[in-house]
């Protein structure tokens, strides 16, 4: 792993960086105000491989990895209109289907997942359980050579837009009797199959739901991978789920940073600039110092994935996810306090920004479980659950 990116990475940085710069924060904002969705971005986007670009090129994708992905994303989301379903539709259901799904699943999802024409949401959480994945309680059972699904989610994004479920339920272990996890892909018209939205005080395009599964039958195929395989087809989705939560995350603190920057340089108080006043240059030059240390980070934990190094992922796109969340949430802040009363108003756009990055260090797994995960697999700390 070099410090210096490819020049095909660096083209591909650009170019998103140029479509991103097109539709910017005033289409995001006017989108998530109006009850709208980032439609043309995505589709667009799509048409120009960005959201497959770690799809095989086999089912017509980018045959690239997340590194990449996570570069469309972070450049997005640094132009002020991020794509959270990116996070959920290619890195997390493209890259399990891509690993574990059967020849048929390849060809039924990969190529609508690359260039954006198919979505597919992710529902893991669950009320009772949150962070817990061990206490999921959506359970499937074999009925001839169907499955039959119940439970219930929360916090799920996109089911709007999404075209299929990607769910993490539970099967009975014929030999144990004890449950183990298992992915299951189910249609968004399944019959009991309902969604209801969350109203959220956030200004985002992007809506959660609850889910809920009254004995949902799905065929035999709607299962991913194998019934035995567990945790380590899970966390292969979730590890790149991390790495593209850090490339938001990074780019939401680069957007904010950029328009303090912007506006403590023309700003002037007393003859000179504000930004000439250590009051703001340090705190400011603090932000950039805590980002680029996040993106280092981030950075790593995509080539380890991309090199097969799931483990070593998987503790670098924690800490990595941990570091993207705290700097988003330290540059909006920041951000307002640099513009002062500018820095509430509509006009500006940085207040808009105060709740929707206060996310990052909550979804999709708290800060406080990635303390934990670090406290017991990187220090060798006993559990304290």
């Not at 969705?37 to 990895?65: D, M």
């Not at 399990?96 to 260039?115: H, N, S, Y």
């Not at 790149?240 to 700003?267: F, I, N, Q, W």
């Amino acid at each position: 792993m070099g410090f210096e990116e490819t020049a095909e990475r660096r083209a591909l940085r650009s170019a998103v960086a140029e479509l991103g710069e097109r539709y910017g924060y005033d289409y995001y904002v006017r989108q998530a105000r109006s009850g709208g969705q980032t439609t043309e971005l995505w589709r667009e986007a799509g048409k120009l491989g960005y959201l497959g670009v770690n799809i095989p090129e086999e089912h017509g994708g980018g045959g690239a990895g997340i590194s990449e992905l996570s570069i469309v994303l972070e450049e997005l989301s640094a132009a002020g209109c991020p794509l959270l379903m990116m996070v959920v539709s290619p890195a997390i259901c493209g890259t399990v289907i891509a690993r574990f799904g059967t020849d048929e699943q390849k060809r039924r999802w990969l190529p609508g997942l690359a260039d954006g024409s198919l979505t597919m949401a992710f529902a893991i959480t669950e009320p009772d359980a949150g962070s817990n994945s061990h206490r999921i309680t959506t359970t499937a059972r074999r009925d001839g050579g169907d499955w039959v699904l119940s439970g219930r989610k929360v916090f799920i994004s996109g089911i709007d837009v999404a075209d299929a479920v990607l769910v993490v339920g539970r099967t009975e272990d014929a030999r144990t009797g004890k449950l183990k996890p298992a992915l299951f892909v189910v249609p968004k018209d399944a019959p009991g199959f309902e969604a209801q939205h969350i109203e959220m005080e956030l200004v985002s395009p992007d809506r959660q739901y609850s889910l809920f599964f009254d004995d949902v039958r799905l065929p035999g195929d709607a299962l991913v991978g194998s019934e035995d395989a567990g945790l380590l087809q899970l966390f292969a989705g979730l590890n790149p789920e991390r790495v593209m939560a850090s490339a938001l995350a990074l780019g939401t603190a680069r957007h904010a940073l950029g328009k303090a920057v912007s506006y403590v340089k023309e700003r002037s108080v007393w003859g000179t600039p504000i930004g000439s006043h250590q009051g703001l240059a340090h705190p400011l030059a603090q932000v950039k110092i805590e980002l680029e240390l996040a993106r280092l980070m981030a950075q790593k934990a995509a080539h380890l994935y991309d090199s097969g190094d799931d483990e070593a992922a998987g503790e670098a796109a924690n800490m990595a996810k941990y570091a993207a969340g705290e700097v988003a949430v330290r540059s909006v802040d920041q951000a307002v306090q640099s513009l002062g009363g500018n820095g509430l108003t509509t006009e500006y756009g940085v207040a808009s920004m105060l709740s929707a990055c206060r996310l990052a260090r909550v979804a999709p797994v708290s800060r406080e479980m990635i303390l934990n995960f670090v406290a017991q697999n990187s220090l060798g700390l006993p559990r304290s659950y």
